[in-house]
């Protein structure tokens, strides 16, 4: 199973960015994806999640409420993050995350894409 994240680069602030994420490989089922963030010196926090069953449930950092917003489509295993009104301190890398069930053998795994930079520049 592969994660592969796309969409990231260099915009003022008040731009904004999407930033892409697909699932691949020997998928059961897909239960959530979302993106975390990590900038120099700090710990990796968690952006937006979206459940991928369900209700389509999702979870979003209160520092990016109203300005971000994650997607999907279910059908191609992918989720979005439009980031809109962006600000110098989203500035980061951007790893994508799933929750998946993988197949042969069926084992719930948690899997990371390669990260994306996010630089806002002032």
């Known amino acids: 199973v592969q994660l592969q994240a796309s969409g990231g680069g260099l915009v003022q602030a008040g731009g904004s960015l999407r930033l892409s994420c697909a699932a691949s490989?020997?998928?059961?089922?897909?239960?959530?994806m979302g993106w975390y963030r990590q900038a120099p010196g700090k710990e990796r926090e968690l952006v937006a999640n979206?459940?991928?069953?369900?209700?389509?449930?999702?979870n979003y950092a209160d520092s990016v409420k109203g300005r971000f917003t994650i997607s999907r489509d279910g059908a191609k295993n992918t989720v979005y993050l439009q980031m809109n009104s962006l600000k110098p301190e989203d500035t980061a890398v951007y790893y994508c995350?799933?929750?998946?069930?993988?197949?042969?053998?069926?084992?719930?795994?948690?899997?990371w894409g390669q990260g994306t930079q996010v630089t806002v520049s002032s």
């Open positions: 979206m459940s991928l069953t369900g209700g389509h449930s999702t």
């Open positions: 490989g020997s998928i059961f089922v897909v239960n959530a």
């Open positions: 995350n799933g929750d998946i069930w993988r197949k042969l053998p069926f084992v719930r795994q948690d899997y």
